[in-house]
């Protein structure tokens, strides 16, 4: 899966933009129009259904090299053909226009990254508890590869695992 954002209102100059992208081949899926920032931050919610077992891993990414996306697709096919239970686990990967929030300084907000990079998010969704080994080592290969395009690899996963767990334990006590 590939998220574009572009904060121009222009379709052509967005195709323009992402015409490299475009040249891979014919989307699937194809929305392209004005959003508004809290209509986007709800895009992913239906995909969230209750039942499964979640996890985000996440690498923020100054360049691409097509190979190592070639590879990540490729045992994303591999890992979900082998591993049924994990066949709604996807990899995004997030472009999004970042001229603005470079443009801050850095120590302007609580937000410090401010050199443009991009998101890669490898969300995984399995259903047994005994494969969360095979799901977090296969998600940390997946990062590992990435990483070879000199990424900055994103710890906040690290607390978002926590929190989950927690969650987790305060619903069994309740």
Not at 40 to 69: C, E, P, Q, W, Y
Not at 72 to 78: A, G, K, M, R
Request: glycine share 4%; net charge neutral.
């Amino acid at each position: 899966m590939i998220v574009m954002f572009s904060n121009d209102p222009s379709e052509q100059v967005f195709k323009e933009r992402f015409s490299m992208i475009y040249k891979c081949g014919e989307p699937i899926m194809e929305q392209v129009g004005c959003m508004p920032y809290p209509n986007l931050n709800t895009l992913g919610n239906a995909g969230m259904t209750a039942g499964d077992r979640k996890a985000l891993r996440v690498a923020h990414v100054t360049h691409l090299n097509i190979s190592n996306v070639r590879k990540v697709h490729d045992s994303l096919i591999e890992f979900t053909n082998e591993n049924p239970t994990t066949n709604q686990s996807f990899i995004s990967f997030e472009f999004h226009g970042t001229e603005k929030f470079a443009s801050i300084p850095t120590n302007s907000t609580a937000f410090g990254h401010r050199k443009p990079f991009y998101n890669v998010v490898i969300n995984q969704r399995w259903t047994n508890e005994q494969d969360d080994k095979i799901v977090d080592d296969w998600s940390k290969n997946i990062q590992e590869i990435i990483n070879r395009d000199g990424t900055i690899v994103n710890l906040f996963i690290l607390i978002l695992r926590v929190l989950w767990k927690t969650i987790q334990i305060i619903k069994e006590k309740s």
